[in-house]
């Protein structure tokens, strides 16, 4: 049977994104929308209720709307906004963020696609918060840079437009309110708010999250090979998972840090390192905003959804 996909808001960057990846799907069927209707609610109002699934790549409000047209108990929905990730009846679309996640999508009518920057730290602190190793109190601060696409369509424009006068490393959200905060502190079972410094940086896309730990102020102080043993042991356990987590290595430097070796694919890569004597460690993930973080994310969460293969239509 042919599954019919509506993308509610296909002409933006994660929309655009994920219908190429399901380009020459025979399994599905991509409903679309005629460019002069874009705004028509009663047409989108149609194509939504005739969808098996609707993929929603629109604002905030723009996609509360459209999840009110859906009049039928049929439509399933995903949404790329920020609208529903902590709201208990939507499922959390992070796959591998435990080992019976994925399962929860499959089953799930409404999937909240989660947000770029929550999704690294999400995958290395959870681990360590529900091994022990850290309290859920413990006080968490994460930088991240990522490149310019994931503004949006106007960001985009603002930087090929600026060109060599671009700014090359911009942190922002310096109130510390960023709109990823309550995902990053519900699923990573924080009991508080972390410090959170996005940046943007002069290239297209790709993206590092960094999570700095001072672990001296512990009762009991982890070494880095417990902090990864308990990664590299959450991820062991996950079917299906384009989660990687590298070798425990004592390493000043290394290529694999570059925010866009992943582009363009689905991976996600963890790395742990570690100054045992200082009790220090940090804790990194490298992937690319607009597949993991983004529109490959939503495409392994229709895949789960439709019970086809989570890799159908992605690069590992």
Same mark, same amino acid.
């Given at each position: 049977? /042919?599954?019919?996909?509506?993308?509610?808001?296909?002409?933006?960057?994660?929309?655009?994104?994920?219908?190429? *990846?399901?380009?020459?799907? *025979?399994?599905?069927?991509?409903?679309?929308? %005629?460019?002069?209707?874009?705004?028509?609610?009663?047409?989108?109002? *149609?194509?939504?209720?005739?969808?098996?699934?609707?993929?929603?790549?629109?604002?905030?409000?723009?996609?509360?709307?459209? /999840?009110?047209?859906?009049?039928?108990?049929?439509?399933?929905?995903?949404?790329?906004?920020?609208?529903? *990730?902590?709201?208990?009846?939507?499922?959390?679309?992070?796959?591998?963020?435990?080992?019976?996640?994925?399962?929860?999508?499959?089953?799930?009518?409404?999937?909240?696609?989660?947000?770029?920057?929550?999704?690294? $730290?999400?995958?290395?602190?959870?681990?360590?918060?529900?091994?022990?190793?850290? $309290?859920?109190?413990?006080?968490?601060?994460?930088?991240?840079?990522?490149?310019?696409?994931?503004?949006?369509?106007?960001?985009?424009?603002?930087?090929?437009?600026?060109?060599?006068?671009?700014?090359?490393?911009?942190?922002?959200?310096?109130?510390?309110?960023?709109?990823?905060?309550?995902? @990053?502190?519900?699923?990573?079972?924080?009991?508080? %708010? $972390?410090?959170? /410094?996005?940046?943007?940086?002069?290239?297209?896309?790709?993206?590092?999250?960094?999570?700095?730990?001072?672990?001296?102020?512990?009762?009991?102080?982890?070494?880095?090979?417990?902090?990864?043993?308990?990664?590299?042991?959450?991820? %062991?356990?996950?079917?299906?998972?384009?989660?990687?987590?590298?070798?425990?290595?004592?390493?000043?430097?290394?290529?694999?840090?570059? $925010?866009?070796?992943?582009? !363009?694919?689905?991976? @996600?890569?963890?790395? /742990?390192?570690?100054?045992?004597?200082?009790?220090?460690?940090?804790?990194?993930?490298?992937?690319?905003?607009?597949?993991?973080?983004?529109?490959?994310?939503?495409?392994?969460?229709? !895949?789960?959804?439709?019970?086809?293969?989570?890799?159908?239509?992605?690069?590992?």
């Amino acid at each position: 049977m /042919v599954a019919k996909i509506f993308i509610d808001g296909e002409a933006g960057t994660t929309g655009l994104q994920i219908r190429e *990846r399901l380009a020459g799907r *025979r399994d599905l069927e991509v409903l679309s929308i %005629a460019q002069d209707k874009r705004k028509d609610q009663d047409e989108r109002k *149609r194509l939504l209720n005739e969808a098996d699934v609707a993929i929603l790549c629109l604002p905030d409000d723009a996609a509360k709307e459209s /999840v009110s047209l859906i009049d039928n108990g049929t439509t399933r929905v995903i949404d790329a906004s920020t609208a529903y *990730r902590v709201d208990p009846d939507w499922a959390y679309g992070f796959a591998e963020m435990d080992k019976n996640q994925s399962d929860v999508i499959a089953k799930a009518r409404f999937v909240s696609n989660p947000g770029c920057y929550p999704q690294g $730290p999400i995958a290395t602190l959870r681990p360590l918060i529900e091994a022990g190793l850290l $309290p859920d109190s413990f006080p968490i601060s994460v930088n991240a840079i990522s490149g310019y696409s994931g503004g949006g369509k106007q960001m985009i424009a603002e930087y090929e437009a600026a060109g060599d006068e671009a700014s090359e490393y911009m942190p922002y959200g310096l109130t510390f309110q960023h709109k990823h905060v309550p995902e @990053m502190t519900k699923y990573t079972k924080l009991s508080g %708010a $972390p410090l959170f /410094v996005p940046s943007v940086g002069d290239y297209a896309q790709g993206m590092v999250t960094f999570v700095p730990l001072q672990l001296g102020q512990l009762a009991k102080v982890p070494s880095g090979k417990d902090i990864h043993a308990a990664i590299a042991d959450h991820f %062991a356990g996950i079917k299906d998972s384009f989660v990687q987590v590298a070798p425990y290595a004592d390493l000043a430097k290394t290529p694999e840090l570059d $925010p866009e070796i992943y582009n !363009n694919t689905n991976t @996600m890569k963890l790395h /742990v390192f570690a100054n045992d004597a200082r009790a220090q460690v940090l804790l990194v993930a490298v992937y690319d905003n607009l597949g993991k973080g983004a529109s490959g994310a939503a495409v392994q969460n229709l !895949n789960l959804m439709l019970g086809v293969s989570a890799k159908e239509s992605l690069a590992a």
